[in-house]
C-alpha cells in the first residue's frame, strides 16, 4: 500500500509583479527565472518528486495554460492536470483537487504548495514537510509551514502561534495579511510570528470537513461531483461550479476561521519570489549591489536590477534602487521596491493593447 501523500501544486497565478518579465501567455512560474535551466514549475516538481510518486501529483492550471503544464511536465499523466474554467483564487483550486482526490483515494494525505517558491536548503525542507505530514495525522488538524522572518516584510501575511514545547506543530493564534511597516516590526521582534509560506498539509477528509464547515456554499457546489468528475462531462461541470463560488483565497476562507490550525517552523532558505524586489535579494551582486543581466556599461548606478536583452548596450548613470527591463515589446524603468504599483501598471499598459500585458 502507498502511504505516500499527494502533491497539489497550484500553477494558475499570472505573476503580475513579475511584468512585463511574466506575461498572461506564459506566467513567472513557466520561466527559468533563476537561469538554471529548469522553469519554477518544474523546480516545484522535482523538488516533491522526491517526497511522493509522479502518479500522485495533481496540477490545478488555468486553462489556457494546460499545453505550458503538459509541454514542461510531461511525465505528470493528463488526467492529473486540472483545468479551471475560471480564475477563483486559492479556496476553489484547493477544493476542486481535493474532491478530486477524495474519491480516488478518500483516506489520502495531501500536501498543497504554490509553484513559483524558491528553496535553497533542500533536505531541511523535506524533513519539515515529512513532519507535517505525520502531524497531519491528527484528525481534523490543518497544517501550514511557517517561516522564521530575517526582516520586516510588507508584502507577506504573517502567523502568530501559541508555544508548544513539546510538539513540533505550534497551534495558530492569529492570521495578518501583509501588514505595514510598523506592525511589521512589531511581529518580528516579538518572536511569536511567523511568515505564512502558502503551503498546507492535511488529510483529505480534514480539509472537506473544513470546507463543508466554513465554506458551505463552496462544498454545495461540488456535491454532485461523483457524477461528473473523470468523465466527459467533468468540463462541462466544472463550468457551471467556477460560475457559482467566489474568488477567495483559501487562507481567508478556512485557515483564518478554523480552530484547528497548526503551523511547523520552517527555516530552509525560501522565499516566495514574488516580485522583482525579492528576485533581485536572491542573485548574485557587483560590488555596487548591482544584479546585471545585460551588456551594460554603469556609472554612478547602485542597488539596481537591470535585465535587458544581450544584443543591445545599455548604459545606465546616476540611478540607485531602480529597475530596468525589456521583455519583448515593453521597456520598463521603475523603483526597484514599486511592488504596490505593478497592478496599476499592468492595468494602464492593458488599455494601451493586449499584447502589452
Not at 518528486?49 to 486553462?63: A, E
Not at 502567523?159 to 495558530?172: M, R
Amino acid at each position: 500500500m502507498n502511504n505516500k501523500p499527494y502533491v497539489v501544486i497550484m500553477a494558475g497565478g499570472i505573476g503580475s509583479r513579475f511584468w512585463p518579465y511574466s506575461r498572461n501567455k506564459r506566467p513567472k512560474q513557466f520561466l527559468d527565472i533563476l537561469g538554471t535551466g529548469r522553469t519554477l514549475l518544474q523546480m516545484t516538481y522535482d523538488r516533491f518528486l522526491k517526497i511522493s510518486d509522479k502518479s500522485q501529483f495533481y496540477v490545478v492550471t488555468y486553462k489556457k495554460y494546460y499545453d505550458l503544464v503538459r509541454e514542461q511536465l510531461p511525465d505528470v499523466p493528463e488526467h492529473q492536470i486540472l483545468k479551471e474554467p475560471l480564475r477563483r483564487n486559492t479556496a476553489t483550486c484547493v477544493a476542486y483537487a481535493s474532491y478530486k482526490i477524495a474519491l480516488k483515494s478518500p483516506d489520502a494525505k495531501i500536501i498543497v504548495t504554490p509553484s513559483d517558491q524558491l528553496i535553497l536548503q533542500e533536505e531541511n525542507f523535506r524533513e519539515k514537510i515529512n513532519s507535517a505530514v505525520q502531524a497531519a495525522d491528527t484528525e481534523d488538524h490543518l497544517i501550514t509551514i511557517g517561516i522564521q522572518p530575517n526582516r520586516p516584510e510588507t508584502g507577506f501575511g504573517y502567523i502568530q502561534y501559541l508555544d508548544n514545547p513539546n510538539g513540533l506543530e505550534k497551534k495558530v493564534k492569529t492570521f495578518t495579511e501583509k501588514p505595514n511597516v510598523k506592525l511589521a516590526k512589531a511581529f518580528v521582534e516579538s518572536g511569536d510570528f511567523v511568515w505564512n509560506s502558502g503551503m498546507f498539509v492535511w488529510k483529505v477528509k480534514s480539509i472537506l470537513k473544513a470546507f463543508e464547515q466554513y465554506m458551505p456554499e463552496l462544498a454545495e457546489v461540488f456535491e454532485e461531483r461523483e457524477v461528473f468528475f473523470n468523465t466527459p462531462k467533468e468540463e462541462e461541470f466544472l463550468k457551471k461550479a467556477y460560475s457559482q463560488v467566489k474568488s477567495i483565497s483559501i487562507d481567508y476562507g478556512i485557515m483564518e476561521k478554523s480552530n484547528e490550525v497548526y503551523v511547523i517552523l520552517g527555516d530552509f532558505g525560501w522565499s516566495d519570489l514574488g516580485s522583482w524586489r525579492s528576485l533581485y535579494e536572491n542573485q548574485n551582486k557587483d560590488s555596487d549591489n548591482n544584479v546585471v543581466e545585460a551588456n551594460a556599461l554603469l556609472y554612478d548606478t547602485k542597488d539596481c536590477y537591470i535585465k535587458v536583452s544581450p544584443q543591445k548596450l545599455v548604459v545606465v548613470q546616476g540611478l540607485s534602487n531602480y529597475l530596468i527591463n525589456e521583455t519583448e515589446n515593453v521597456i520598463l524603468i521603475c523603483k526597484l521596491d514599486a511592488e504596490k504599483k505593478f497592478r496599476e501598471f499592468v492595468s494602464d499598459a492593458k488599455e494601451k493593447g493586449e499584447d502589452f500585458v
